[in-house]
């Protein structure tokens, strides 16, 4: 089994920078010098908001910035009036990363869409990007090549909490609004259940953007969309196991013109997910196809993690799913059976180690006690 290539530590560092850089220009854009940054508690959590004065003379508008916990956040909150925008650095760095150093680019409207919700907000409101658009920063996040077959995509998706939604008293301009700036012939495709709201959208040429949310409560709900305050008008379709694969983000940049500042699952819990998600799919043409995709992407994800020596934190991913009951046991077991000899035996090795090193025991989880010998498990 071929070790996943790792990306030249010099690229891995610009990525880095750009992810910073992002960031910070993303502050210099939304907020305004003629505002101010204000810490307020709620339920014992203290959260950054943004006031400026209202034109009419009336009450402060208020915007969400994030947790003051978040050290990112709370950083270039107290370093607001040192940052500068350097959009033509920025993209230097992009031309570099992907003409150089070959990491993958989203398609152009792909990048595009996620760039208008970035700059609506959707990320500074908590909300995440999933799905295989998501899984194109992942060479980035890791530094290490993986699957581009797995890359190809028509569609963007995206997962906010409900209770996020409801808790941050901001809220995107109209999403159809922030569609149409970049193709005017987007429209709304009403929920089936209820035709009052959406939660798909899709253009002539049919990109289709999709906004989703964790189903956690009874089944006699599942797929009933479900009213989201801070999406602009848009609800989102619940979904189980979604709220394992979008808890605790982290950031990256999509290389889409200057670079996108966005939040991702993290790399263990996207492959565990798509290990989970994988063998879900209903049995036709279309979903065993995704379902092929899906663990394509946990495999090449959970490669790059073993040859860089991060086994644990996929370790801890795979003993959470596992814990959380029957349902996920079956889901992990059904799509590990799909893989070579060579993969599981891999697994075998490094997810057992990554297992005790999280003070857990491998028969627990489904492996042997008895260490293998490591195939491929990353360089010496």
Known sequence: MAVSPAIDISYQTL???????SLDDSFTSEFSADGRFVAVEV???????????????????RRYVGPVDDPEITKRVESFKDLKADLKGRRRLVATLTREAYLPRPLLMSGQVVEELANAGFFRLRGVLIGTVAYQCYPGVLGRRLDAIAMQTGDADFAQFHEISVAVGDTLPPILDVLRRVDGTFRE??????GRVSTQFVSRDKFKVEFLTPNRGPDDIAGKPVQMPALGGAAAFPLRFLDFLIRHPVRAV????????ILIPSPERYA???????????????????????????????EA????????????????????????VAAIRTSLATYDDQFRSLLDTELAKGIRNNGGEPRDY????EPKETIAAGPK
């Open 15 to 21: 990525y880095s920078e750009l992810v910073q850089r």
């Open 305 to 328: 993690m073993i040859a860089n020596r991060q086994q644990d934190d996929l370790a801890g991913a795979y003993m959470e799913a596992w814990d959380r009951g029957d349902h996920w």
């Open 189 to 194: 495709i009403p929920s089936q259940t209820d």
């Open 366 to 369: 489904g492996f042997d006690d």
């Open 43 to 61: 339920k014992k959590k203290k959260y950054w908001y943004f006031d400026t004065p209202s034109l009419e003379g009336g009450a402060q508008n």
């Open 254 to 261: 999509l290389l889409h013109g200057a670079g996108v500042p």
């Open 272 to 302: 565990v997910h798509k290990l989970i998600v994988g063998s879900r799919r209903k049995e036709d043409r279309d979903t065993a196809s995704k379902a092929a995709k899906d663990r394509l992407q946990a495999k090449s994800i959970m």
